[in-house]
């Protein structure tokens, strides 16, 4: 079945630069794409980028390295325990540097995944198709609805806490924490819009480059089209036309 061309708007609310004004927020808007072809040398990308974290000597206490600390900062300024809650990227780290190989559970998750553990940013992703309206990050009010990914179970976040939302539900909680089942990408994925997260000392100019990296990658394993750009302080918000 065919999809219509879509007008797709992001917006970072106020709120969060008042409480995180270097926030930088990359954006890659991807359409045409074969999620289910190219997961081989997605996953050859996603093993050596591995391997790379594992022999990383300033990873050896992974709390302690500056982009991981950064998020643990931001987690507990609105009240989630980075003990319990970790970003996507220190779980990421984490989890290589115990040895375990990550699922490649499709091509583009195994491409953000290598993407993350390359720059050490928070990179996540949904399904366009699945996504209601428009897209924002903005503190939570407590009443939005959310299904963590592989869950049945209406988890709805804290008041207060940063939200990754469209117009109808919650797409992550705890700003990089876990994604929606009700937006997840899958094998039958054909448009998806992926996010870059940058907090210092991650500066505009490396989340720009992984934002670009990640865009060339999807076009050259998963034969996607894609667009990139940044949203900061100076661009909280952006339009973008999405083609079917």
Partial sequence: MSVPARRLSDQIHAPIFESFPDYVWGKVVCWRLDNRGGLEEATLLLRDV???VRHDGSLSDVAAHPKVAGW????????????KFQSSVEALVRRARRGDDLPPISSLVAVYNAVSLRFLLPVGGDDLDLVSGDLHLRPAAGDEPFR????????????????????????CRRWTWRGAEDSKISTVTTRAVLNVHGLPPAERDEVARATETLAEL????????????????????TRTEVPA
């Fill in 72 to 83: 643990r900062q931001a987690f507990s300024r609105f009240g989630a325990r980075p003990s």
């Fill in 218 to 237: 999807v076009r050259r394993v998963c034969g996607a089209e894609t667009h990139w750009y940044v949203l900061d302080a100076d661009t909280p918000s």
């Fill in 50 to 52: 591995e391997a790379r």
């Fill in 148 to 171: 963590a990914i592989g869950s049945d179970v209406d988890d709805r976040p804290e008041p207060g806490e940063v939200i990754y939302a469209d117009d109808a539900k919650v797409l």
